[in-house]
């Protein structure tokens, strides 16, 4: 089944929040980063300075060197990370499955999301709108079936552009993409291709498997697939989850316990289904049970150390009418999660860590 992946990625982004926040500097060739003195570098820069050649990870005494004129701003992490959470938010009213890979960026599957009738492209445009509208920042974004395309596709029409590359384009898309925009194809690896006569995906789709993997050892093998638009990666939410639950409200009071039985295995298959979307960074550190009465007053029951099976559920809700054996209008059952192995992805958003990134980055530590 083909997937529908939206890339996100915000143009210039420190940059275009000082833009923001100072309009004497808009339209000025600007960069945020550490001092010249200090030997600090370029974390980024708007158009105008990027049109003298100015880059990030760039020494700030370069950066002046070729554009005299540039207006050096301190960076300011608090806003950012304001600025990133608001986005963030955005992005998750579309989807649950999101998975951000830094302040400003992040891919999103929007495969099951039942918006503008399930059009990917309308649902980045519809995104891309309200991130203007809520944050003043513009956010390209890069719509396709696979990760790889879709991020090549978000830097296709920067800044504020939409590119969607639809299933039936990828072949001709693919053939004529330079390799220099596969991910891990840097400059050696574009000098060790361009010596054997290849620049385009098209190139390298002519190497077989064997030759791709003894150029260009374990790469080979991603390269096989990366210059065919093939990326089976999935989209990781890295948000933590404390518990999954599924609950029912009926049409009509449940008033013998053999329909709270029935109502019970109907819910088990949702929950199980639920569970099983969660990766193995998690365990279950209990279950819980919960119903509302007619009267919505409302009970819940709790067990740890079970397993999630139906006749642990069982257990706690014959607890439930033992205590209270009338009518209810609302069923719910549930797993309390914990934390099995540590997060696969690091925590983005922890505070001290992007100050310690950025700071590095910076060549401020
Ligand atoms: P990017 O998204 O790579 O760059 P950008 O948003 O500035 O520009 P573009 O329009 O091309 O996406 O990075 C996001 C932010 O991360 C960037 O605004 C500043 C910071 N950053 C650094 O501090 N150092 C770096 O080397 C890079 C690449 C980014
Ligand atoms: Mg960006």
Request: contains cysteine.
């Amino acid at each position: 089944m083909s997937r529908k992946i939206i890339h996100l990625d915000c143009d210039c982004f420190f940059a275009a929040v000082e833009e923001r926040d100072q309009p004497s500097l808009r339209g000025l060739p600007i960069a945020v980063g550490g001092k010249a003195e200090q030997r600090g570098v370029i974390a980024t820069c708007n158009y105008p300075a990027r049109a003298f050649g100015v880059r990030s990870a760039m020494a700030t005494s370069h950066a002046y060197r070729l554009c005299p004129s540039l207006t050096l701003v301190a960076p300011n992490f608090k806003k950012y990370r304001q600025a990133s959470a608001q986005i963030q938010q955005i992005f998750l009213r579309y989807s649950t499955l999101v998975e951000p890979l830094s302040l400003d960026e992040a891919y999103l599957d929007v495969s099951d999301c039942p918006l503008f009738d399930n059009s990917a492209t309308r649902i980045a445009e519809a995104i891309r709108q309200e991130v203007k509208a809520v944050t003043g920042l513009t956010i390209s974004a890069g719509v396709a079936p696979n990760k790889f395309l879709a991020k090549v596709a978000s830097d296709w029409r920067k800044p504020d552009g939409l590119f969607t590359i639809a299933p039936a384009q990828i072949a001709d898309f693919i053939s004529q993409l330079p390799v220099k925009r596969i991910p891990g194809v840097g400059p050696a690896t574009r000098t060790k291709m361009s010596a054997i006569g290849i620049t385009h995906c098209a190139d390298l789709q002519r190497l077989s498997r064997l030759q791709l993997q003894q150029t260009f050892g374990s790469f080979g093998e991603k390269l096989f697939h990366l210059c065919r638009g093939e990326d089976k990666r999935p989209v990781v939410s890295n948000r933590r989850h404390k518990s999954v639950s599924v609950e029912t409200t009926f049409n009509q009071d449940k008033t013998h316990f053999e329909q709270w039985q029935e109502a019970l295995l109907a819910l088990l298959s949702d929950l199980e289904r639920r569970i099983r979307k969660l990766d193995n960074s998690y365990a279950i550190a209990g279950l819980f049970a919960k119903v509302r009465f007619s009267d919505f007053s409302q009970q819940t029951i709790q067990a740890s150390g079970k397993p999630a099976t139906a006749e642990a559920f069982m257990v706690l809700i014959e607890q439930l009418w033992a205590k209270n054996s009338a009518p209810i209008r609302l069923l719910g059952i549930g797993i309390k999660l914990k934390d099995e192995l540590t997060p696969r992805q690091p925590d983005l958003f922890s505070e001290e860590k992007q100050q310690a990134l950025a700071q590095q980055r910076l060549g401020m530590l």
